[in-house]
């Protein structure tokens, strides 16, 4: 069913995000303790962190490049696979360093909220969650039953098969020399400025885990 094939494709981004890429990138917990060594954890840490998986993510050689996409459990293209899983690991970083256990499954579901943009509401309303104004985790996560967590992430991976599906202009748009590279460029850079600004309302609170 394409519901599964999309719950397998976010869990496979979060284990990696999580995990890191032999040759590629660090285990995230090692990754996020440099920004908190260097700035604490502030704004500032957030900030730069987001600025520097932007560059990655117009960067057309690293999205290319990530040799653990062999992993994949669905078919997809190797650019959507790999932008995928820099916007999950800048997400799951913006929540680590606010303290979230991002080990939990609750939390996991609203880091995959952040990856729907503006449809955050309709989903939200399709697992059955009603009268909820801000989508923030201090709101969502005491809500959030083993059931709730399943459709959330059952409608977040449809919507992101769909994506997929659908970014045929882009693609086309890449065939283009010089052009190509402005347009994949520019898409990749718009969805991971929408999901940082959605991450950061997500988790909006500090809860500092020593």
């Not at 890191?20 to 704004?43: A, Q």
């Not at 900030?47 to 960067?59: F, G, L, N, R």
Request: aromatic share 8%; proline share 3%.
């Amino acid at each position: 069913m394409k519901k599964d094939k999309g719950v397998a494709l976010l869990d496979w981004a979060y284990k990696t995000a999580l995990n890191g890429i032999p040759m590629v990138s660090e285990p995230l917990n090692e990754f996020v303790n440099g920004y908190i060594e260097k700035y604490g954890r502030t704004e500032k840490a957030i900030d730069k962190m987001v600025a520097a998986q932007k560059i990655k993510c117009t960067t057309t050689g690293f999205l290319t490049g990530l040799g653990g996409l062999i992993t994949l459990p669905v078919t997809l293209p190797t650019d959507l696979a790999s932008s995928l899983y820099m916007e999950v690991r800048m997400i799951v970083s913006i929540a680590m360093l606010r303290g979230y256990k991002v080990n939990d499954d609750e939390v996991k579901s609203l880091v995959f909220l952040c990856l729907v943009g503006n449809s955050i509401g309709d989903v939200v309303k399709s697992a059955g969650i009603k009268g909820v104004q801000k989508f923030a985790a201090k709101k969502l996560l005491p809500l959030l039953t083993k059931e709730l967590v399943t459709k959330i992430n059952q409608a977040v991976g449809f919507k992101l098969l769909a994506k997929g599906g659908g970014k045929g202009l882009v693609n086309a748009g890449k065939a283009v020399p010089i052009i190509g590279g402005v347009v994949g460029g520019v898409w990749n850079y718009s969805e991971v400025h929408i999901y940082a600004k959605l991450a950061k309302k997500m988790f909006n609170e500090n809860f500092y885990v020593e």
